[in-house]
């Protein structure tokens, strides 16, 4: 029933107007609390008109650009687990991605959480549902289900980075394929607030993260430091920028601080990942991968002519002294002049030639490089393929 019930609503995606999906048709796993006394206040003094809160029944809406490029970004909103902050942390993030070429999708995922035990949890539970929503509709949008990330602010952070980072044998495996932290933080731990909360750890396959947050912002660009750190620990690929100034919550507002500069170097991460494919990009890197793989396989039969050169005057030297060896029976002393000589050039043009050798890469690294090459060509050229039959005949670059 529910994927019959996405499949026809999926029908309304070439419309101009965004997309609104439940992500559970049939109810949301698990009971929600009602909100404490001191909840209820929190949000009666801090949500603004333009939040959401009591929110049961968690959706996803689907904000596409006219030119998709296959790379989609689920947003989702700050709010303390109390209330979700959903414009400015929201749909003008949505319509910022698509200015880049990608698919923003807002989560508006179950709040209020924050009197439970673990307050991400539920939150957690709808980003994981919506990842498996998106990449099971990733052909019919238009999308790369290996490009599909997830940008988070605040608590939307902290959902992000338990998402990312948790490896509880008892969660579902759905996992984005990269992350955006802007000011999020609250798995620090209580005991010291300069170390993580020894129940939260990086793992080795954590995806690539992108961290931004302002110095003057509480304990969140400790935070931020904190996870970048775990992230080089573990040899993974991590981006963090701390601005000087800024403060919380700002998430698309220009309120003149240094931080507000966030999107501008996000979009520029987005780019260097590869995630901000066009036909120019990918034309460039195929060009470039194709030099440096003709690069190689030069090098390569360079060692491999190298190597045949080397072994026969390996034989050439064994046979000169050979004959050396037999001078007092069968060479006179100007045949024994000659050997020498052709001896003394063999061996110097042996030496050089096992100088050039050592030189060039070793052939297994060499094949490895190769092979590598190979590979990477192979994606660009998918990449583009794909890219070029969803554009049509839109000029690259556009």
């Known amino acids: 029933m529910k994927w019959i019930l996405l499949s026809l609503l999926t029908l309304s995606l070439s419309a101009a107007e965004p997309l609104t999906l439940s992500l559970w048709p049939d109810g949301a796993p698990g009971e929600m609390k009602a909100p404490s006394a001191a909840t209820a206040e929190f949000i009666q003094k801090r949500a603004g008109k333009s939040t959401v809160t009591n929110v049961s029944s968690p959706t996803i809406t689907v904000y596409r650009p006219d030119k998709?490029?296959?790379t989609c970004v689920i947003v989702a909103p700050g709010g303390a687990f109390a209330f979700l902050s959903a414009v400015h942390e929201g749909t003008q993030v949505c319509e910022w991605l698509n200015t880049l070429g990608v698919t923003g999708i807002l989560l508006t995922y179950r709040t209020p959480t924050r009197d439970e035990t673990a307050p991400h949890e539920k939150p957690v539970q709808d980003a994981q549902e919506a990842l498996e929503i998106i990449r099971q509709h990733a052909a019919e949008w238009k999308l790369n289900p290996k490009r599909v990330g997830?940008?988070?602010f605040s608590a939307g952070g902290n959902l992000l980075a338990h998402l990312a980072c948790d490896r509880d044998?008892?969660?579902?495996?759905?996992?984005?394929?990269?992350?955006?932290?802007?000011y999020g933080?609250?798995?620090l731990d209580p005991a010291d607030p300069f170390k993580l909360n020894p129940a939260f750890t990086v793992p080795a396959d954590a995806p690539p993260m992108f961290l931004a947050c302002a110095s003057d912002d509480g304990n969140n660009p400790v935070a931020a430091t904190l996870l970048y750190l775990e992230y080089k620990k573990q040899k993974?690929?991590?981006?963090?920028h701390l601005f000087s100034a800024g403060g919380h919550?700002?998430?698309?507002?220009?309120?003149?601080q240094p931080v507000n500069a966030w999107p501008a170097r996000c979009a520029e991460w987005l780019d260097s990942m590869g995630w901000l494919p066009t036909l120019d990009k990918l034309d460039e890197a195929i060009t470039l991968e194709?030099?440096?793989l003709a690069d190689l396989v030069k090098i390569l039969s360079k060692r491999t002519r190298c190597a045949d050169d080397d072994f026969r005057l390996i034989a050439h030297v064994k046979e000169l002294q050979a004959k050396l060896s037999q001078s007092a029976v069968g060479l006179d002393t100007p045949q024994r002049n000659l050997?020498?000589?052709?001896?003394?050039?063999?061996?110097?043009?042996?030496?050089?030639?096992?100088?050039?050798l050592a030189g060039l890469p070793q052939p297994e690294k060499l094949a490895n490089s190769i092979n590598g090459l190979k590979k990477n060509l192979a994606e660009f050229q998918a990449e583009r393929d794909w890219l070029a039959k969803n554009w049509g005949s839109v000029p690259a670059g556009k």
């Open 68 to 70: 998709p490029n296959g």
């Open 150 to 152: 997830l940008l988070g």
């Open 169 to 182: 044998a008892n969660v579902d495996a759905q996992r984005p394929d990269f992350g955006i932290m802007i």
């Open 185 to 187: 933080g609250g798995f």
């Open 236 to 240: 993974r690929s991590a981006e963090l």
């Open 249 to 256: 919550g700002f998430g698309m507002r220009d309120n003149k």
């Open 290 to 292: 194709g030099q440096a």
């Open 339 to 356: 050997v020498e000589e052709d001896l003394k050039r063999s061996r110097v043009e042996l030496n050089q030639l096992k100088k050039e």
